[in-house]
Structure formats: C-alpha cells, structure tokens
C-alpha cells in the first residue's frame, strides 16, 4: 500500500476504492473527486485507495487522480474497514470476480457496464447483489448515459405521452478506433477478457437506452455480427480477433414498438456518435452524443423538429452545475452517476440502474448472438428460461 499527496472527502464520508485506473477509471476518479462540490445534496466521499496491478503506473494515476493511497492486491484492499464502496472499473473478465467479493464483504458496489461476460456471471452477480440489498449493501451497474439530462428529458417527454404511441426507434452507435487494419490488438479483441466486441462495449449502451427511455423490455431479436479484421498484430505476432468488430439488429419490444440497432468500431470519421430517434403517434425525438447538450423535439402532434439546448433551469441533471448556456460535457454523466448513488445509499435506497438491469441488457446481448449463430433467425430473449428460435 502506497500513500500519495493528499485526497478529496472529510474523514467522516464514506471511503471509496476503484479497481482499475485506466480509461473508466480515469472517468470515475473525476467523478468521486468532484460530486460533492458540483451536485448539491451529493454527500461527499474520502478518494482513498486507486488499484491496479502495475505499482508504478497507478502511483502516477494516482498522483494526478487525486488518490491518499495506491494498492496493487484488490483482495486486501476488501478487507479494510475504511473502504465503504468499490468501484469496478477492470477489464469484463473481472468483473463478476471482483463485484461478488466486495458486496459479500460488506461494501456497496458500481460496476462498469456491461455487467459480466456471460450469462452465468451476470445472474450469479445478480443473486449475491439480492442478497446483499437484504443486509442493506448495495449495488449498481455504470450505464452512464442514463445521466445524459437531454436523455433524461427525452424519457420525461416519453413518459408524458409527447410523442403519443411509440411505433419506431433508430438507434446507432459509431465509432472508428479500430477501422485502420494496422490498428494494434487489445485486450477488447479477446474475447476471454472482453466477452464480445462493439455488441458488449457499444451495444450494452443502445438496448439500455431503449429500456430506459421507453420502459419496456426487447422480447425479440434478428441479428447479424460480423468482424471486418480477423486479425491483427500483437506483441507475439498476429493474434485472431476473436469478438465481432460491428453488430445490427431488428428488435421488437414489449411495448410493440420496433428498434433498429447498429454498432461499430469500424465507422470511418465516426468518433463517439450515439444516435437516437424515436418516432411515434404524435411526435419525434432526436439525440446525437456528440452534440450531448441538445435534443431535437416534435411533440404533442407537431410535424417538424425544434432544437433543443438542454441547459436551462428544471431540466434533468442541471442543478448544482452552470449557468443556462453553459454546457456540460460527457464527463458530467459519471458525476450525476456518482451523486445519484450516493443520494440513494443515503437514503437507504437501491440505485438504479440495478444488476437486474445489467441482467436484462445481457439477456438481450445473448440473444443478439444467438441469433447471428442462426444465420439471423427470430430470437426471443432469454427470460430465463432458456432461449427460443422460430
């Protein structure tokens, strides 16, 4: 255990650990270090321990993340009595391994999205959180985009019956770090350690979104995956790839609505373009990641799109932070979500999204695979009582 310069939180707050401090452990440790100052009511928390394998680089991460001490052992650092929550923020392998250590030793858990790598892990994550919510530990799983506040406003807008019926959703996820074929191999490539490709990373997103916003459920699937590079250059040589590069699905939903789905890691010039449209009876809605801060309106029976800036008082996610006009950035959503956890362990509450959720989501992961396997065929979700194909 390694103890750096100093860390956010008053001795009193509850003590965080996150394992892993690359890319989302980067994003968390920004999160953790500024929600009691940007999210009112927020309680705040002690950044106390940042873990990973390599002393030296979480030492640095550390450093500049804001961390009082660095560990390389996850397991020893369950056995302190000052961590109050762990944060999950490793590769897919790890994920069930870690989440079910910490809840079964008494700490509240955020797991980074997707749940697990498998159906297995993600319903044995499951039955230890609904365990632990009985001895009051709680859990959640990282779908940030929940905390989009034009995201949350469009499911306002859905709720309150905006759009009239929901008939269709056009929902997209782009990006392109891996369309140069001399593009390295990764650990996301691997899908002992990733679970899938673009569908885990990306999809895990979209079929959340549809549940969020329209709350129902994706009760079938006809799905195609495919991988554009079988192969790439490793540090031993070429490896094969061994996930799917990109991912489409026509999917239908409890509600009777019918989702078009598309992710990839291969869309030339596409960086991070999450795209929503949903249309129904009486109005639209639009949404594109990259421009986070607007949302394109047709309600109440309108028949052409109004932007939206999604900066003004009593819109989702706003208080505590700037000024009407002031936009926020995709780093806010990982600091609602820690101020929305929070807010629930403080009031003795299950946050959400639960491990339920990240159950359903897999649930429909699954089904996308199972379908590509059949050449495309109808899917029904997996609702735990095993998979159907017609």
Not at 1 to 21: E, L, N, Q, R
Not at 45 to 54: A, F, H, N, T, Y
Not at 274 to 283: C, D, K, M
Request: glycine content about 10%.
């Amino acid at each position: 255990m390694t103890s750096t310069p100093s860390a956010s939180g008053a001795a009193g707050s509850p003590g965080v650990a996150v394992i892993g401090y690359a890319f989302m452990g980067k994003a968390h440790s920004h999160a953790w270090r500024n929600v009691a100052a940007l999210r009112p009511g927020a309680p705040g928390v002690r950044q106390q321990v940042l873990v990973g394998r390599d002393a030296a680089a979480v030492g640095a991460a550390a450093e500049q993340y804001g961390w009082a001490e660095t560990a390389t052992d996850w397991h020893e650092v369950l056995e302190r009595d000052d961590i109050d929550i762990v944060d999950v923020c490793v590769p897919g392998h790890l994920h069930a391994e870690v989440a079910i250590a910490a809840l079964e030793a008494g700490k509240h858990v955020i797991a980074e999205k997707p749940l697990a790598n498998t159906m297995a892990e993600a319903e044995k994550m499951v039955a230890t959180a609904r365990a632990a919510r009985q001895r009051g530990v709680h859990s959640m799983v990282g779908f940030n985009y929940r905390r989009v506040p034009a995201l949350a406003l469009a499911r306002r807008h859905l709720a309150d019956g905006r759009i009239g019926e929901v008939r269709q959703v056009r929902i997209s996820y782009l990006q392109d770090w891996l369309a140069d074929e001399d593009a390295p191999m990764t650990w996301r490539l691997r899908r002992e350690l990733a679970g899938s490709g673009a569908l885990g990373d990306l999809a895990s997103h979209a079929v959340d979104q549809v549940r969020y916003l329209l709350g129902q459920e994706v009760t079938e699937v006809n799905a195609l995956t495919h991988t554009f590079v079988p192969q790439r250059t490793g540090d031993s040589g070429l490896e094969d790839v061994t996930v799917d590069d990109a991912a489409w699905s026509t999917m239908r939903t409890s509600g009777g609505a019918v989702v078009s789905l598309e992710v990839t890691r291969m869309a030339t010039a596409r960086k991070n373009a999450l795209g929503i449209e949903v249309y129904g009876s009486a109005g639209a809605l639009r949404f594109d990641l990259e421009s986070l801060n607007h949302l394109d309106e047709c309600l109440d029976g309108g028949d052409s799109f109004a932007r939206r800036l999604v900066t003004e008082p009593g819109d989702p996610y706003l208080d505590g932070w700037w000024p009407p006009g002031h936009v926020l950035g995709w780093d806010a959503t990982f600091t609602n979500q820690a101020a929305d956890f929070l807010t629930a362990l403080a009031a003795g509450e299950e946050p959400t999204p639960s491990f339920e959720d990240g159950l359903a989501v897999q649930r429909v992961l699954a089904a996308i695979e199972a379908s590509s396997a059949q050449g495309g065929s109808c899917t029904r979700v997996d609702t735990g009582l095993g998979m159907e194909h017609s």
